[in-house]
């Protein structure tokens, strides 16, 4: 596609509940990225992704969170049993993977835990 | 761990002023350098970047980032603001060899009109 698209934009829910955020990088790139950005707090790295497999995934905070990807492109963040601390933007980024191009990153999927 | 460190959280600015957002990092390294900004309603976007050769980078819109390795910094610069460069700036570093850039905590610049 022409940039990075993420589902939903918005999401409210309660917590406890489990959700899930979807991102589709832009075709090609065999690099993907979620960040968190809270407010105050900058990027808060969350996993990294190269074709489908994660090879850092040290930025989750905590079991509750888990991402994959795949077909190397769309990738889903989960986050079971969610908490008030969770409410963030949670960001999504792409690169053609070569450490040192440029991020382009999606809109961002807003997440309010109730 | 590494870590970049932008120093002015909140910037406001007449319009036609100068500049200069600090940024510092940790990694003693090679390393590679970005600014993003992300204006009101949009994505983060790329300003500019430096991995190599002159240290002096210019980027979009009439901004400007001095990398000096002995000072850890990456200072963004801008000789006359704009009401139009409201925005949100972070600083990020890769260390070389590394595909994932750590961001700072981001510098809110309001430029009044």
């Known amino acids: 596609g022409a940039g990075v698209s993420q589902s939903p934009s918005n999401k409210v829910t309660e917590k406890g509940k489990d959700v899930e955020l979807r991102c589709d990088p832009i075709s090609g790139h065999t690099a993907l990225y979620w960040y968190r950005q809270s407010l105050g707090q900058g990027l808060e790295f969350l996993i990294y992704f190269q074709g489908n497999s994660a090879p850092d995934k040290s930025g989750l905070p905590s079991d509750r969170f888990s991402a994959e990807r795949t077909g190397g492109s769309v990738s889903t963040l989960t986050i079971q049993r969610t908490q008030q601390e969770d409410s963030a933007v949670y960001l999504c980024a792409s690169s053609s993977g070569q450490g040192s191009e440029k991020l382009f990153f999606g809109s961002g999927t807003q997440l309010s835990v109730l | 761990a590494q870590s970049v460190s932008q120093h002015n959280h909140h910037v406001i600015l007449s319009e036609a002023a100068s500049l200069e957002l600090g940024c510092n990092y940790s990694?003693?390294?090679?390393?590679?350098l970005f600014w993003y900004v992300q204006y009101p309603g949009q994505h983060l976007q790329l300003l500019l970047k430096y991995f190599s050769g002159d240290p002096l980078v210019k980027g979009i819109k009439g901004f400007e980032a001095e990398f000096i390795k002995s000072k850890f910094s990456f200072n963004l610069r801008k000789p006359s603001v704009q009401w139009s460069d409201t925005a949100e700036y972070f600083c990020a570093v890769n260390k070389g060899g590394s595909y994932i850039p750590t961001f700072g905590r981001g510098t809110s610049l309001i430029v009044h009109p």
């Open positions: 990694y003693g390294g090679t390393v590679n």
